[in-house]
């Protein structure tokens, strides 16, 4: 009897064995580590952040290549409102502008200057949330107005990494690159600079380069336009062609 049992005791036992379930892992007891964050974009957005809080006057130096350096003040209001005069902002920089957005829209103003003279005349351009047109564009504006948003958004298509301030500049400073392949992209790339505050301290793109020329002064309740609302063409970056019409791109 016990030859039979001892030779059908290991095939019992191997069917056993293969009927089994497999042994399952033990679940862990920590969860994965998270994925990194990007510490100079993180920096970076919450300066813009504070940036869009901040309301003040401010001059800054504006250095371009083949040109003098020109001041253009800033005025961000307590309303939202805001104005950036550019000295040399058109018509190939013989001229000097303003733009600005109010309760009433988007406007761009005429300086009067040395070049030409007169008294100042704004156009309405559209509605405050409108974009200027990339023709009348000198984009010395973005950086105060609808650039900090993209800075703060996270869904940017935006490389970031720390910089160095340029010449005669201050605060923390990030390079900043687009990595989206479309020609709209959402800022110049570039280097931006702030304050610890939130005060924009200098910007350095294709356009120039632009640094806080001193201490910010306090901001008024709203922006007020250089001149009075009239019907004409707004003036152009653009270099105006000789032969073309005396009035053409002027108020």
Known sequence: MAGPLALALPA?????????PEAVPPTPTTAPAPVGLDPARDELAALAAAAQDRH?????????????????LVTLATDGTWRVDVPGGALGGTA???????????????????????????????????AVPRRLDPRVQHPFTDWLGVL?????????????????????????????TSINAPLDAGIYCFAPDGTPTAVRTATGTLVLAGPPGPAP??????GPVMDGEPLGTATPDPTASPSAGTF
């Open 152 to 180: 703060t958004d996270r869904r940017a298509p935006l490389a970031v990494s720390p910089a160095q301030p340029p010449p005669g500049a201050t605060g923390s400073c990030y390079s900043v690159e687009t990595t989206s």
């Open 221 to 226: 309740a709203t922006v007020q336009l250089a």
């Open 96 to 130: 000097d502008v303003s733009y600005a957005v109010t309760a009433d829209g988007l406007f761009q103003c005429a300086l009067p200057s040395a070049t030409r003279p007169g008294t100042p005349g704004c156009v309405r351009l559209g509605d405050r949330d409108d």
């Open 12 to 20: 019992l036992l191997a069917a056993c064995t293969a009927d089994a």
């Open 56 to 72: 003040l006057v401010a001059g800054y130096t504006l250095r371009t290549p083949g040109a003098p350096d020109r001041t253009v």
